[in-house]
């Protein structure tokens, strides 16, 4: 994020300075995507730009109408009601409108899940429902995490292979995965709830397979589209689920 109107994604800098921009049909579907993320509000000195942030989030709501153009499609409705969330227990107080937008987007979510597409964006629906469940705490959200422990229960035996591999064998796509989890064991602890079925174990075996993939510099492995930069680092990964104790003891194997 540039300035309150200006973005750079995927090496391109666009301006979103009318509402028609949110969806400009010039641009990239996936630069789009990322414009409707929200990531900056849980980046590197984010707490420099909280204007920025501000002025983002009164405009994404007074721009884009509920279920109209990308910002509506369910895979940016889960990292956005995530980042919001993040941004908002950092300290940040949210608008009776902004949260008011929050639960429309979360409704809107659990009835439009990603089941055609299955995979990481599954999993980004449901935890994006836990979420907003324990930090709404509204009528409806009971049904919200319902429906997202039960997905990230049975996801975790299908997306995690027997060695802690995420399976789309990506060492990239494993470290998103992976901080997925670590952020589900931190909201459970922040709201003192029980975790969901083996979220702990499955973590541990994540970070030793992840440990041997990583090259001698500490960092991944290039395996099917793999890149530095665009996930936390390894060490990153391994400072958080320190934080949070669940980090592979040693002698494990």
Wanted: negative net charge; aromatic residues 12%; contains cysteine.
């Amino acid at each position: 994020m540039l300035s309150s109107e200006e973005f750079c994604f995927l090496n391109e800098t666009h301006a979103v300075r009318s509402p028609s921009d949110w969806n400009h049909p010039k641009l990239e579907k996936l630069w789009l995507y990322n414009l409707h993320y929200f990531d900056d509000l849980t980046s590197v000195d984010a707490e420099l730009r909280t204007e920025w942030h501000q002025d983002l989030i009164q405009r994404w709501i007074e721009e884009n109408p509920s279920g109209i153009g990308n910002g509506w499609e369910p895979y940016p409705v889960s990292l956005r009601i995530v980042n919001l969330i993040k941004w908002g227990l950092a300290g940040n107080k949210l608008k009776v409108d902004w949260v008011n937008s929050l639960a429309v987007q979360a409704e809107w979510l659990k009835k439009n899940l990603e089941t055609h597409l299955l995979g990481n964006h599954l999993f980004a629906n449901a935890k994006a429902l836990i979420y907003a469940s324990l930090f709404l705490k509204c009528d409806l959200g009971d049904e919200w995490y319902k429906k997202g422990t039960k997905l990230i229960e049975r996801e975790l035996h299908e997306q995690v292979l027997r060695d802690g591999g995420n399976f789309e064998l990506s060492t990239m796509y494993h470290l998103i995965f992976l901080e997925d989890l670590i952020d589900l064991v931190n909201i459970h602890r922040a709201y003192l709830l029980d975790l969901p079925k083996f979220l702990e174990e499955t973590i541990i075996k994540m970070i030793l397979w992840m440990e041997l993939m990583c090259h001698p510099d500490g960092e991944i492995s290039f395996f099917n589209d793999a890149a530095i930069g665009i996930t936390p680092s390894v060490e990153e990964i391994q400072q958080y689920a320190k934080r949070l104790n669940c980090y592979p003891k040693e002698g494990i194997k």
